[in-house]
């Protein structure tokens, strides 16, 4: 299957786009991502293990935590993942509470 | 590095700015990178998804953010940045813009609108480059904006 990579992650894939994984679940791939590219463990799991709150993993259409089996779904040669950071923000002030 | 938009672009997100008033407007930005320059060729208009506080808070929903980025894909374009408008505010990035920024080597574009809470002006267009690497070590740094 193949995972897409958004532009500010690509210097940790070696400037690739997309990177093509087996996998039988969206656990795999984001697995055999991270041990392609070691440096993406930091940007999209906590310390913890999990994937990081402004980090948006997509199963094609579906985001992966509004998934019945979330991380565990299981994938085909043919779906596509795409990691995808939030983009927000505004003119109001953000206290830690409402923001992290 | 530098931020250069065609002016034609760059009057259109200034006027979203004017149409959303007295809300924030957002968008997306597709171009290409270089070691030198982001260079803006399309932008795509994006929903605020904020409405419980749109007048000083945006988001983009995360599917409009994976359609643009295959619709760069198509047309051989990177997301290269954002802009958003902050409705009688400075054209400053603020603590939310900060907190909520996550797209390292990406434009942050902010036109402040001035108006009677009715209609609103643009007035200042600014453009920040989100630089570091990981969340602790991330800033925002001003860029020239250049019109083509």
């Not at chain 1, 969206?26 to 913890?48: G, I, K, R, S, Y």
């Not at chain 1, 939030?86 to 409402?98: E, K, N, T, V």
């Not at chain 2, 036109?111 to 002006?121: E, I, L």
Request: glycine share 6%.
């Amino acid at each position: 299957m193949q995972i897409h990579i958004p532009t500010p992650l690509r210097a940790f894939t070696d400037k690739q786009a997309t990177v093509s994984v087996e996998a039988a679940t969206v656990t795999d791939a984001l697995t055999a991502l991270t041990t392609a590219f070691p440096a993406m463990q930091q940007h999209l799991f906590t310390p913890e293990g999990k994937l990081r709150s402004f980090v948006n993993v997509y199963l094609n259409d579906e985001d992966v935590r509004y998934l019945p089996a979330g991380e565990a779904t299981a994938t085909t040669a043919n779906d596509e993942l795409t990691i995808i950071p939030s983009i927000a923000g505004g003119s109001a002030f953000c206290c830690p509470c409402c923001c992290l | 590095m530098s931020l250069t938009i065609t002016q034609a672009l760059y009057d259109q997100l200034r006027a979203h700015g004017e149409e959303t008033y007295p809300n924030e407007c957002c968008g997306i930005m597709l171009g290409t990178a270089d070691e030198q320059n982001l260079t803006v060729s399309h932008l795509l208009r994006a929903g605020n998804t904020r409405t419980d506080s749109a007048h000083n808070r945006y988001h983009i929903a995360p599917q409009e953010l994976i359609a643009a980025q295959r619709e760069g894909r198509k047309l051989g374009l990177d997301i290269v940045g954002f802009y958003h408008s902050h409705p009688d505010h400075p054209a400053q990035w603020s603590p939310t813009d900060f907190a909520e920024a996550h797209w390292f080597g990406c434009a942050y574009v902010i036109t402040s609108v001035d108006g009677d809470k009715t209609t609103g002006t643009a007035q200042i267009t600014n453009s920040f480059l989100l630089t570091g690497t990981t969340e602790e070590d991330k800033a925002f740094a001003t860029q020239a904006l250049e019109i083509a």
